[in-house]
């Protein structure tokens, strides 16, 4: 089945950087596309950032456009997300996760639609802490 696991989460000051990554596994990565989702406590999962997997473009929510970078390492079944210049309201758990269609379907839950994609399959999370 699919797994993503999480890393590289911590406590950072403002302005700090971090680099989140995912390995997936339990699927064919190359084909479908990945993206990174955050909730804060008391708040709706949110979608961060995708990267399509047909032509690698990406898509970002406004709150974090020029400052996080998401990229893939389809050699590696990884998927890494750069944050740069974060800020206290990033505080939160970042959740990564694929196409609910991502191994038949199989063990998708909790839909969240973002950039065109219907996502179903979560990593645990890494929690992200900015402190100001």
């Known amino acids: 089945q699919v797994q993503l696991v999480e890393s590289g989460g911590g406590s950072v000051q403002a302005g700090g950087s971090l680099r989140l990554s995912c390995a997936a596994s339990?699927?064919?990565?190359?084909?479908?596309?990945m993206g990174w989702f955050r909730q804060a406590p008391g708040a709706e999962r949110e979608g961060v950032a995708i990267?399509?997997?047909?032509?690698?473009?990406?898509y970002y929510a406004d709150s974090v456009k020029g400052r996080f970078t998401i990229s893939r390492d389809n050699s590696k079944n990884t998927l890494y997300l750069q944050m740069n210049n974060l800020k206290p309201e990033d505080t939160a758990m970042y959740y990564c996760a694929t196409d609910k269609r991502a191994s038949g379907g199989m063990g998708a839950t909790n839909i969240r639609f973002f950039g065109g994609v219907d996502f179903g399959h979560w990593g645990q999370g890494t929690q992200v802490t900015v402190s100001s």
């Open positions: 990267i399509y997997t047909d032509d690698y473009n990406t």
């Open positions: 339990g699927y064919s990565y190359n084909s479908y596309s």
